[in-house]
């Protein structure tokens, strides 16, 4: 009798399980039919981004550098990097003082470095704004196809001109190239993004479909989501703006190259953080190990800063800076060279020189014996124009 | 911690695999529990205080109503049933409704010349509370009722009240349905994960590819409508139709689509509504879980349609009044809830006559129903009366100027539209083929890699 009870009570909630129906649509895939997405999917997301390589013209010019407006386009200086390890000997990397943000792309460090040799040797890796904590994550995860070459590294000591810069600073802070920088470890205490973000940034890097994707974003669509663009341009087709021919923003590219002292600029006293606790400068060395590693031969330029600019005081702290800069290069026998200030007039701001200043640390550079015995001798075997 | 981030997808990487290894064990129930704690702990850890408390006093008032039954004791059961309402209306009308009591009541005294205003409570509203309570008072009612028997254990009432899935937006499940399940040890076959997966593809397509996308245009209209002139109001009220879907609609198939996969199934709570012909059809098909809800615990109990015709139209005028409170505490809630009784009203009379019934073509109807639905929208989005009142006025006395809508929303939205059309037709079984179902899959998915929004809307549900 507690038997048919149970079985009772079992059949009664049995009966009283509704059948609930699908949905409101007929997107149900099966089991095999998922797996067959999944293939297509998969193939997309692998051969997608080669196969777009072919479809969208890249043909750099000489002294091609990577627009502003494209910097955050990590996909395609990933390109990029593919392409000048092709046909250059060395790559100069840095921030916008190496893309020369005040200066067209015929008056740069590397267009300079070219000219003293004769030849395409050099090819400008500048990203504007890359600070070295963002440097680390670009070539970390972007920069994967350099290796075997010279790379001239360059420092530019801003990043560690204040707590801030050096993003040491608690109270929420929007540096550039977010993405590029450590999500999670080590903890960023400026950076406060939504950890959703945070996560969307870690994939993006390894899956290189997610920053094809957003090379259409950057490129076509003015660094807008589709949705948004379509709101700026509403009765534009977005199809018709993909136009496979990548923009060079050079005509309207450069700020004005006029000194710092023509702009009114006033002397300033820096709060630089030391070496030793410089979030910027730890990262800068993560760059040299992750470019060692695979067998690059690292050269360090070190500013030249606009010590023009920095009051009495802080002149003595940032001459501390480089000392300490150089006895760890020197500790670990990186290459390096640390140039005498400028003259005054070839800056446009603390650390952006203009053409004249760019030519003068090209002659600089190619007069330092460890540039010389490091880049330009390592590299082929070709007469030097003196 | 919404369904369509990472954090989620992260938090039920962890969670299912831990449930499919408990599935046959004792320990599955107190695993999904704790886990949709954590979820709702994830909004703010306080909320839990609530709906634990909530939990335990409905779980022990039927407990006493049972211990009341087994004495045949009547009274004490009407007793405890009261006290279980009276305390889930006051948590509503506490948190949810505070704010709006206290500034009315200081525009009451203000308008008396008294001169003191009551504080506002400056309470947050706890994410999900409308649901969570409807669905524990569901519970006591029908058991009260007779309806079903009283679930002995606290975990799984507790798992029923706080299932994740459904937690923070619905659907809002009857105990007849959900509690048998919680009891049965799952077995959901390869066919429920895949069924999971699909509602959940669609539900993510619905949310961030369509109603993000759509809100843009509406959020900027909407924010200044005196800015805007009649092209652009009426399109973004029309946007707003088509977000609202997109986003409550997507949220219940991602929801259903999650509980799919650990074997639940969840109730249908979105059945294309703009096709419907008529308003008490749109009701069938919109939120169903709550419309039906409102029927049987509110529409029903005041007399349903049983006494004659006032009392018929009396009765829907205040379920749809209340239903339209349920929505938010501001009286732009409570005109789109009398709106839309009118409305009722109307189409009951309409649809009683032959003509309307024989000669009007469905799509004319569809369309009529459609717009009536729309127009309600603009009370429901505005931010206040005067916003209201703003839109309705400037879409009939404005001038023509350029809307600058974006053409591509309006293109998704009618493919969408022409979807439903044809799922609805005779012309069905072609979106039954395989390369339709497998390509419009394969599109969704490319669409939202490339294309998708880069900012996150939360869900629109989620402040009720």
Known sequence: MQKKGILDARRSRKSRIKKVPFGSNCVRLSGYEWLLVGIVVSALFCFGPALWERLEKFEPQPDYRLPSELSNDYWLFNRYCRWACSRYETLVIGDSVIRGDYVDKNNTLSHYLNEIVGRNQFANMGVDGVHPVALAGLLRYYGRDISAKNVILHLNPLWMASPRLDLQIEKEYHFHHPRLAPQFIPNIPCYKDSYSRRISAVVQRYVAFLSWASHLRITYFESLDLP????????????????????????NNQNEPISWAEKGIAKRDFQWVEPGTSLQWSFFQRSIEILRARGNTVFVLVGPFNEHMLKPKSIDTYRKLKSEIEAWLQRNNVPYYVPPALPSEFYSDAGHPLSEGYAMLAKQLFENEFFRSNILYSSLHLPIRE | MLFHTWPFVLFFLVVYPTYLALKRTRFRLPWLLAASYFFYACFSPLYLILIIYSTLLDYAVVARMAKSSRQRRRSRRKMWLSISIVNNLALLGFFKYGGFITDNLNVLLSSLAIPYAIPAPGILLPVGISFYIFQSMSYTIDYYRGN??????????????????????GPIERAQNLLPQLHKTPRFSKQDITDGLSLFIVGFFKKVALADYLALYVDKVYAAPEQFQSPALILATFLFSWQIYFDFSGYTDMARGVARMMGFRLMLNFNNPYLATGLGDFWSRWHISLSSWFKDYVYIPLGGNRKGVFNTYRNMFLTMVISGLWHGAAWTFVIWGAVHALGRFLTRELESTSFYKEKVPKIVKQLLVFVFVTFTWIFFRAETISDAWTIVTRIFSSGLANPYCPLLALALIFAVWLYQFFYESTFGWVLEARPVRIGIVILMIFYLAIFAPSSEQAFIYLQF
């Not at chain 1, 663009?229 to 136009?243: D, G, M, Q, S």
């Open chain 1, 228 to 251: 948004t663009w379509t709101l700026e341009h509403p009765y534009n087709n977005p199809f018709k703006a993909i136009t496979l021919e990548l923009p060079t923003y050079e005509k």
């Open chain 2, 148 to 169: 079903i028997e009283r679930e002995k254990s606290f975990i799984k009432y507790a798992t029923f009240v706080s299932l994740f899935p459904r937690l923070v937006a």
